[in-house]
């Protein structure tokens, strides 16, 4: 308990689709009214994506990136970490444009290729608002998302070397943290790391407190106790998962694009209360939460000053 425990909120995300919960994020207004709310709640990082205002769509748009950018930023002091997943289909040019207009404190960086299967959830799912979600969903059975070492290498030179961002390393399976000790190896990169474990998307590691413990230990292993680490689980497993890792002296990731639930057959009608759920876990843990300048010395941020939005 020497350290807080970092939250980081993961806003709208491009995974789920605006069928599944009316609360989900979808208009530049949307997304920063939810990202500041998860501020004020307790999150000192926000993960963003963008979605095409008019049907909820993902986009990888600088355009619309700027129209809930500088809201954030007057309202609230949290580190923002700009995707570079982007969504599924989206080129590396698309995926790294707003970052590069932006250059944020952080962004993130997928540490490989994956399957990435969305399609289960369509067996929950009788109706769609939009045209999109169907097919888009049911196109994952056939979706692999790359990050080949080349694109890795890439996207560290053009927004690490290019922008001084800092990155949150994901890693989908401990083979992903096999291609991070490649690139530290290489001295592409200076810690400190933070790297963010991915728990239960269909097509890497699951959700299961014996794969979360294999992780951090490989992880150790690899870089070192003094490291910087979160977990972010899919769906149920979103609480009782960033409770564990919190216990073993993890950081820990809510939000509504990892979980649109508060609580079983509970959708969560805001980011905020999911920030608010794991605070109040926190304190009845002894534990505190890190405040964005703590973040920003941990992590060896550039500083909200050096961004473009």
């Known amino acids: 308990m020497a350290r807080s425990v970092i939250i980081t909120c993961a806003i709208t995300g491009s995974l789920h689709t605006p069928s599944m919960s009316p609360h989900l994020p979808i208009t530049p207004q949307e997304i920063a009214s939810g990202s500041i709310e998860a501020a004020k709640a307790g999150a000192s990082i926000l993960h963003l994506h963008a979605r095409n205002p008019a049907n909820g769509r993902p986009t990888a748009d600088p355009a619309v990136f700027a129209q809930f950018l500088p809201i954030i930023r007057a309202g609230t002091d949290a580190v923002v970490n700009i995707t570079t997943g982007g969504a599924p289909g989206m080129t590396m040019d698309e995926r790294l444009a707003a970052p590069e207009a932006a250059s944020p404190e952080m962004t993130s960086l997928n540490m490989g290729s994956i399957n990435f299967g969305l399609f289960p959830a369509l067996s929950k799912m009788k109706e769609f608002r939009f045209d999109w979600e169907k097919p888009f969903l049911e196109g994952s059975r056939d979706l692999v998302f790359r990050n080949t070492f080349t694109d890795i290498e890439s996207i560290l030179s053009r927004l690490g070397k290019g922008h001084g961002a800092r990155f949150e390393f994901e890693c989908y399976d401990v083979g992903h943290l096999h291609n991070l000790a490649w690139v530290m190896d290489q001295k592409l990169y200076e810690p400190p790391l933070f790297i963010q474990f991915c728990l239960g998307i269909l097509g890497g590691i699951g959700a299961e407190i014996d794969h979360l413990l294999h992780m951090v230990r490989t992880a150790q292993r690899l ?48 980011n905020a209360e999911q920030v608010r759920k794991i605070v109040h876990i926190l304190g009845e843990l002894g534990y505190t939460v890190a405040t964005p300048a703590e973040v920003r010395q941990r992590l060896k941020l550039k500083g909200l000053a050096q961004t473009r939005y």
Request: aromatic fraction near 6%; glycine fraction near 12%; hydrophobic fraction near 45%.
């Open 223 to 270: 870089f070192g106790s003094d490291i910087e680490w979160s977990v972010l689980a899919a769906g149920r497993h979103q609480m009782p998962m960033a409770t564990q890792n919190i216990l073993l002296g993890g950081n820990a990731r809510v939000g509504l694009e990892d979980s649109l639930y508060l609580e079983r057959g509970r959708l969560a009608a805001t």
